[in-house]
């Protein structure tokens, strides 16, 4: 997800009780529930050095103890004091399970077993920016601060926020809950039609609504080809009415050299639903630029081949 949804969930665990374990939990939630995107770090190293070490080492389950150790060490030398570091340490470490299991429900996914596998985990729920959670975690939050701002001009008591901060936490489990449902009836409207003529070899669902969570991104694939639909499950699906249909690459000795190639082996690491395509290309005479992208985003690899079949150069783009 994106760091203002990290962040409001920090607040919002502070102020669900969280704040009765730490006097500073807020700041430290906030930072726990961020920490893991340090491997923005990596792209000092350049785009592509970033694309394959983002949601690898700083989210592994693996490195979380580490990770949470970041924050409360800051804030302890911040504070210039120790105590209540061991309640600051579980509470940190809340922080970060918080942000490994929000980008869990995304589609870009997170590899929870770095460094013994690097297997990608998504649920294809969420949106990276989803308006629903933004909206109800911006009430969790301002909820609290407009009730003082009340109570102060008439003098009554002002609320902790505890409640408005717990029915934000239950919103996004049950909210969650209901996207699964709506992903499962998209893939199973999917798998029950027919395109061309002919079943589906495979199918997937993509988030893709903002605001409607009944849009989805749905995508079909035959033997020969993709096809791509946006869907709305609230109406009918047409299947003979594809957005784009996209003829794939024929397995052959230029997608076999092309996998040897650094980026484009890195890049299928990453790659759930990889798209083969084959230009020729007249420098080098004879040879071919072969692509790789993935359905879900616009990332791609390129090898360009010289006419045996031999890797002159790769490149990844955005």
């Not at 785009?47 to 389950?61: E, G, L, P, Q």
């Not at 590899?111 to 975690?137: A, C, M, Q, T």
């Amino acid at each position: 997800m994106d760091n203002l949804t990290h962040t409001l969930t920090g607040v919002v665990l502070s102020r669900a009780g969280l704040n009765r374990w730490y006097s500073k939990s807020i700041a430290l939630l906030i930072l726990s529930a961020n920490i893991p995107d340090i491997d923005i770090v990596a792209a000092f190293g350049g785009a592509f050095n970033y694309f394959v070490f983002h949601r690898s080492v700083t989210h592994a389950i693996a490195m979380a103890p580490v990770m949470a150790a970041i924050p409360v060490l800051l804030v302890c030398a911040f504070s210039r004091s120790l105590e209540g570091w061991r309640a600051a340490y579980v509470i940190s470490l809340i922080g970060v399970a918080s942000h490994l299991l929000l980008d869990w429900t995304n589609s870009y996914g997170v590899r929870f077993l770095w460094p013994f596998s690097s297997r990608w985990f998504e649920l294809d729920l969420n949106s990276i920016i989803d308006l629903w959670i933004w909206g109800v975690l911006l009430l969790a939050w301002l909820g609290p601060l407009l009730g003082r701002l009340v109570s102060g001009e008439i003098g009554a008591k002002a609320g902790s926020g505890r409640g408005l901060a717990i029915f934000a936490l239950v919103f996004l489990v049950v909210y969650d809950f209901g996207r699964g449902l709506a992903h499962q009836r998209a893939i199973e409207t999917l798998n029950a039609r027919v395109y061309q003529g002919a079943a589906a070899i495979r199918v997937a669902a993509f988030p893709i609504g903002e605001v409607n969570p009944f849009e989805w991104s749905g995508w079909v694939e035959r033997p020969e080809l993709v096809m791509h639909f946006s869907m709305n499950l609230l109406g009918e699906f047409d299947p003979t009415a594809p957005q784009r249909t996209i003829y794939k690459a024929a397995e052959g000795p230029a997608l076999d050299a092309a996998r040897q190639a650094y980026v484009v082996r890195k890049f299928l690491e990453f790659a759930q639903y990889p798209l083969w395509q084959v230009t020729p290309i007249a420098d080098p005479e004879g040879g071919h630029r072969v692509e790789v992208r993935d359905w879900r985003f616009p990332f791609t690899a390129v090898a360009i081949l010289d006419q045996g079949n031999r890797v002159l150069d790769s490149s990844f783009h955005f």
